[in-house]
């Protein structure tokens, strides 16, 4: 456990709006650098409007009400020569100097409210440090849990790869279902130099009433980088993530694996971005949606390619299943080219479930219940079954059971 | 107790149509039946009607087995009482393992009301023994049982598969619909000696073989030939009928049917 019991709680947002961040400021032992990025970013906080996102429930929403507090339940990792795996405080403390360049991408690709106030105040997260030529086979979990009704909590994951390194982080967000709103607002900086490779699994899992906004990015800026990113959105009331992966080393390779299941009232949007930048990069999105009750799933991925990002190969498709007649999913997959030596493709399906393959599986004796079960589970074990940590697939599955 | 499948005066229609007629049948328990017809006579239709597809409309009759009206019964139950359809068009279900499918298959089958499944469930090394078995009984690679459930299949791989199914499932009475159709001659001869291993070690076993053509019945003797057209039995003998219909086609029947009629 990090030692979070030596920063001091902070005061509401609104009240922060009144007394203003600089009492809290001056109790922090941080890099210049940093202090300055919060006051920025306070700024921006003030000077900006709520995001217009138009699939994304924000009526109702005010940053007002929230307490910021702390994030990080668990960080398990038995450790490994070299290899740096911190709370944030102390590693800003011990190695500012291996973070300097990278902390903050993410807030900076996608400035909104969201991230400005992120910027601003938050306090804790995990920084993940992997040398030169060094590969790790444990997997690093990190679990962030929000810990009541009313709290904001700003985990803030950065992952540093250096070259011919390999490395998997699995960060969790958890909750119980809570009583009235609560915030989180994440941020991930990952940065995969020259041949290293990361394996990264965001899992969102919370309970009932929590939101759910940020943004994740990831720096492909080595050449022959590999990314391998799964993301799974499953609980809270509200979702919109941000993500994109930078391929900017030449001959860097992404795999980007989504789950999105909304019911009940869920409005989970995820946003990715492949950016082609460097020459023969290769990019493959594939999410799976599943929507039943009033549920509103919704992927909005574009597949960006820029000018001279020549021998980029890449294809985003969103699969949507529908369970219920209220259910709604949007599947908007875009593609921008401004290159001409390339192959990119996309594209999205969405319809109900088969009642062909029900009747099938209910033919050899499975209850009805069971039969659908089985079918949405077959729709996304495509993604899901490609989770390399076995508790936390398991985990996933059941989650994922509990909903059908 | 009586095991027989009884079919009474059994009329059904498939979006408004009437495609049964009446259909009069008895198959019983550990014979083997075949039924002959020409496309459109309503062979499929009785095949669907049995296992209890939504879109098949009963208007009329009646179907008992082991003391139950089986059109009371939802599709699922009328598995569990032990009946098995084999599918003329067996459907694939993408992420569903062949073998995550036949474990919870069976599991179903020993599922009691009111007892903790896992205490019915089949043990997974007994299981896997079963299924090693019965893959070996139907010359199958063990592969077969790791993927998606006819996701890709040919369609020899999908004949086998459903009959992969009925030796899993044990049931005591199976309607085969057309499992001969779409086979080349070693994949019929393999799908045939799988259903005749399975009926050697099953000899309780009633089956009720669908069927266009008399090539199946060659690897598969009847006990009972009834044909079916315009939705009603015409005819019903031994297996010489067969021989008959292979050589003769089936214009002849209809001449004399409709002669009768006129």
Known sequence: MPANQELPQLPAVGELLTSGLDK?????????????????????????????????????????LFRPTFGIAEIRFTGQEGVIVRDMQSALRERPDLMDDALGVSLDARPNKFTALHGALWQDGVFVYVPKNVVVEEPIRIVYRLPEAGAAIFPHTLVVAEPNSSVTVVEEFVSDDLSDPALCIPAADIIVNDNAEVRFLSVQSFGRNAFHIGSQFVSMRGKDSRIWWLTAALGGRVQHLEMEIYLGGNGSHA?????????????????????????????????????DDEGYAVFDGLIKIEKGAQGTNSDLRDNALHLGPKARSDSIPGLEIDANDVKAGHGSTSGPIDPEQVFYLRSRGLPEAEALRMVVMGFISEVVDQIPVEDLHDRVVDLIAAKI | MNNDLVIKNLHVEVDGQEILKGIDL???????HAIMGPNGSGKSTLAYTLAGHPRYEVTEGEVWYKGQNVLDLEPDERARLGLFLAFQYPVAVAGVSVANFLRAAINAHRAEEGVDPRKTAI?????????????QLLNMDESFARRYLNEGFSGG????LEILQMAMLEPSMAVMD??????DIDALRIVANGINSIKEQRPEMGILLITHYQRLLNYIKPDVV?????????????????????????????????????
């Open chain 2, 226 to 262: 009834h044909v079916l057209m315009d939705g009603r039995i015409v005819r019903e003998g031994g297996p010489e009928l067969a021989l008959e219909l292979e050589e003769k086609g089936y214009d002849w029947i209809r001449e004399e049917v409709i002669g009768h009629a006129s």
């Open chain 2, 178 to 183: 057309e499992t001969d159709s779409g086979l």
């Open chain 2, 157 to 160: 791989e999908k004949k086998r």
């Open chain 1, 24 to 64: 809290v400021l001056a109790g922090r032992t941080e890099p210049a650098w940093l202090t300055d990025n919060r006051r920025n970013a306070w700024k921006a906080f003030q000077a900006m409007e709520m995001p217009f996102w138009r699939r994304t429930n924000l009526r109702q929403f005010s940053f007002d």
């Open chain 1, 255 to 291: 795999d980007w694996l989504g789950v999105n299941y909304a019911n009940e009232q869920q409005n989970l949007v995820y946003a990715p971005i492949i950016r082609h930048v460097g020459l023969h990069t290769e990019g493959s999105v594939n999410f799976r949606s599943v929507v």
């Open chain 2, 26 to 32: 008895t198959v019983e328990q550990g014979k083997i």
């Open chain 2, 123 to 135: 043990p997974v090394a007994e299981f896997r023994k079963k299924l090693r078995e019965r893959l």
